[in-house]
């Protein structure tokens, strides 16, 4: 059974800094992995998909890699902003398919003025 | 705006009513997905539509749940009987098989409390 685990379960941080959230998984058969911000009371916004072919993709600020034979992702955020403040999580297909996402907790993300 | 849609964004009803809770996905997408998630958890999958076809249910869908996908278009999810462990935010998702990499992308969600 696949198990995401996010590292750490929380991080506070002052404006400006650069930062890394983790992210492992147990089964490493995977057909690629989501990064998700999700603000308090809200859904999920879908922020960067590494395929498993992929060791790195970047959008903006952000930079995931994918280590697939370890098991391990990060991901990067440069020049952290007040506005980068919320729950960070990762997710995998899990069970042999490429579309039942197995989560982690996630990362609550607090980045101060 | 041309995101996926849920409705209602909040319901709170009284143990052993039923409710029933919609989903828009964004309207080229033929995969449509049900997860649900508790405080502090992440979310967890529930049920996957291909088209009109329900293809997977988790065991975490009991006989009290049932969702529907008519023409594969929008999608309801009914709970009958609601008890108060259903309270949860119930989360919709699509993606686009044609699209190849399978990224899915999730609507507000609907808060589901049972008093």
């Known amino acids: 059974k696949q198990e995401v685990t996010q590292i750490p379960a929380a991080l506070s941080v002052p404006e400006g800094e650069n930062l890394v959230l983790n992210c492992s998984f147990t089964?490493?058969?995977?057909?690629?992995l989501q990064w998700f911000r999700q603000d308090p009371g809200k859904g999920l916004t879908s922020l960067l998909l590494?395929?498993?072919?992929?060791r790195e993709q970047t959008s903006g600020r952000l930079n995931a890699s994918l280590d697939k034979s370890s098991g391990r992702s990060t991901l990067y955020i440069a020049a952290s902003q007040p506005g980068d403040s919320a729950t960070y999580l990762c997710?995998?297909?899990?069970?042999?398919?490429?579309?039942?996402?197995?989560f982690g907790k996630g990362t609550l993300l607090t980045v101060n003025p | 705006d041309t995101g996926v849609s849920q409705d209602p964004r909040h319901k709170i009803t009284k143990r052993g009513q039923n409710v029933t809770f919609r989903c828009d996905p964004i309207?080229?997408?033929?995969?449509l997905y049900w997860y649900r998630q508790t405080l502090g958890q992440g979310p967890e999958f529930l049920t996957y539509?291909?088209?009109?076809?329900?293809?997977?249910k988790s065991r975490l869908l009991s006989d009290r749940f049932s969702a529907e996908r008519p023409k594969g278009s929008f999608s309801t999810l009914e709970i009958q009987r609601t008890e108060q462990g259903d309270s949860a935010m119930y989360l919709c998702?699509?993606?686009?098989?044609?699209?190849?990499?399978?990224?899915?992308?999730f609507g507000p969600g609907t808060r589901l409390t049972v008093l």
């Open positions: 998702a699509s993606s686009s098989r044609l699209a190849g990499l399978n990224e899915q992308f």
């Open positions: 539509f291909q088209n009109e076809a329900q293809l997977e």
């Open positions: 089964d490493s058969a995977i057909y690629n």
């Open positions: 997710a995998v297909p899990s069970g042999g398919s490429n579309y039942k996402l197995t």
């Open positions: 590494i395929q498993s072919s992929q």
């Open positions: 309207s080229e997408h033929n995969r």
